[in-house]
């Protein structure tokens, strides 16, 4: 009743609160008494608003109906989900357990593993050590194999070659079908024809003694083969020397034919000249001197002749008599002509000597006379102040070394040949 009077004097919006708290069978009476005193559009809003509240609080159930339903489902995944995390918190003790007994374990069989690793890489090691061992015993004894079998060759050519002949026949003459123990024993006990090392010792100083006597041999004639390679040089070098020497003449007289030839030519212009009568009396003694000196030249190049010769004929026969002489000389020994050069070279140099000491006396003897004269000429007193004649610069002298040389090369050549 008491709410019946609330709601009756209230304003419509504390009426629609009312509705939306209290159910609507309660405000139906007292609604429907009003009914008559309200108009019709107020009742037309009224229940506008009755239903947009009554939509509203469906709407509102509705939504709260379905977030209960949401949330028990949530619960229901989060139930789930926390049983699903403790079941696989379980799984994964269980799996770190059986993983820590697994890894203990795989230890243990590393540990059991490593060790046996160690133990045969130790053992094989060891083995490894006596292959080596053995390998190396084998090389030894291989090597002393061959240092014996060297010595039994050696044994073997040192034994008497009739001996050396029966053991190559009775090698031929065994069976070819030999066993192998058969060899071996052949091997091991080897026959030899050397019995005591006496006999052995005897053989080898009698090599020895060969031996030395050949090597003596042997050193002579390498001595004797030096000695005769020593005089073979020699004898090239004195040959070539030789050689040389006879070259170097042949020109020197070949020069000197050839000056002889212009010479001749020369005396030939002017006895031309000559004929035409000028200088007739000088050229005449010239041409006389020269052609005795020519005829002197012949008689002691060729000889006597009883025919008159003009004194080109005389100078054609001492051409060709020196010709012959050149030709002569290719002939000669070389030791003779050594010889020969040797002793000319000594007579050459006796008279150049001979010419200088003579010169010498003669230069001395004019200045002992000179010295003398000085000494006996009368003393001569002058008076008064003495003369001084001015000097005159000096004169340059040209050097005619050259000339001087090749004028005493001419002399010396035609003394060593015309003398």
């Known amino acids: 009743?008491?709410?019946?009077?609330?709601?009756?004097?209230?304003t419509p919006k504390l009426k629609c609160l009312?509705?939306?708290?209290?159910?609507?069978?309660?405000?139906?009476?007292?609604?429907?008494?009003?009914?008559?005193?309200?108009?019709?559009?107020?009742?037309?809003?009224?229940?506008?608003?009755?239903?947009?509240?009554?939509?509203?609080?469906?709407?509102?159930?509705?939504?709260?109906?379905q977030l209960e339903e949401v949330a028990s489902h949530e619960e229901k995944k989060l139930m789930k989900a926390e049983k699903l995390l403790e079941d696989d918190t379980i799984l994964f003790d269980s799996f770190l357990k059986e993983n820590d007994k697994n890894s203990?374990?795989?230890?243990?069989?590393?540990?059991?593993?490593?060790?046996?690793?160690?133990?045969?890489?130790?053992e094989i090691k060891k083995i490894t050590a006596k292959m080596v061992a053995i390998k190396s015993d084998i090389s030894k004894y291989e090597d002393t194999l061959q240092e014996y079998k060297l010595y039994k060759d050696f044994l073997f050519k040192l034994s008497p070659p009739e001996w050396q002949e029966k053991q190559r026949e009775k090698n031929r003459r065994s069976p070819k079908t030999t066993s192998a123990n058969e060899k071996r024993e052949s091997e091991e006990d080897p026959e030899l024809y050397f019995t005591e090392p006496q006999q052995l010792l005897d053989l080898l100083s009698e090599l020895e003694e060969q031996n030395l006597s050949l090597i003596q041999n042997l050193q002579e004639t390498e001595e004797g083969l030096e000695e005769f390679r020593q005089t073979m040089e020699q004898t090239r070098k004195n040959m070539d020397h030789e050689a040389d020497q006879l070259k170097r003449q042949i020109d020197v007289m070949t020069e000197t034919i050839q000056r002889e030839k212009e010479r001749t030519t020369e005396?030939?212009?002017?006895?031309?000249?000559?004929?035409?009568?000028?200088?007739?009396?000088?050229?005449?003694?010239?041409?006389?001197?020269?052609?005795?000196?020519?005829?002197?030249?012949?008689?002691?190049?060729?000889?006597?002749s009883e025919a008159n010769l003009s004194t080109?004929?005389?100078?054609?026969?001492?051409?060709?008599r020196l010709g012959e002489l050149l030709e002569n000389v290719e002939m000669i020994p070389s030791d003779r002509l050594a010889i020969a050069e040797k002793a000319k070279e000594k007579e050459r140099r006796l008279r150049l000597r001979d010419e200088k000491i003579y010169l010498q006396k003669q230069h001395q003897e004019e200045r002992m006379k000179k010295a003398m004269e000085r000494a006996q000429a009368e003393i001569k007193k002058t008076t008064g102040r003495k003369l001084m004649p001015r000097s005159q610069p000096p004169v340059r002298k040209l050097k005619n070394n050259q000339h001087d040389d090749i004028a005493d090369k001419e002399k010396e050549e035609h003394m060593y040949f015309f003398t």
């Open 18 to 65: 009312l509705v939306s708290v209290f159910p609507v069978t309660c405000f139906c009476s007292v609604l429907d008494r009003n009914i008559e005193k309200e108009s019709i559009r107020e009742f037309i809003d009224k229940k506008r608003k009755m239903f947009y509240l009554e939509h509203a609080l469906a709407v509102k159930r509705e939504e709260i109906k």
């Open 104 to 122: 203990v374990e795989a230890i243990k069989i590393a540990e059991q593993e490593t060790k046996a690793k160690l133990e045969k890489v130790a």
């Open 312 to 320: 080109l004929q005389m100078l054609t026969a001492i051409e060709g």
């Open 1 to 10: 009743m008491t709410l019946l009077c609330i709601a009756h004097k209230c």
């Open 267 to 304: 005396l030939e212009l002017k006895a031309r000249l000559f004929n035409f009568g000028k200088y007739k009396a000088e050229e005449d003694d010239t041409l006389n001197a020269l052609s005795r000196k020519v005829e002197e030249v012949y008689r002691s190049c060729v000889g006597d």
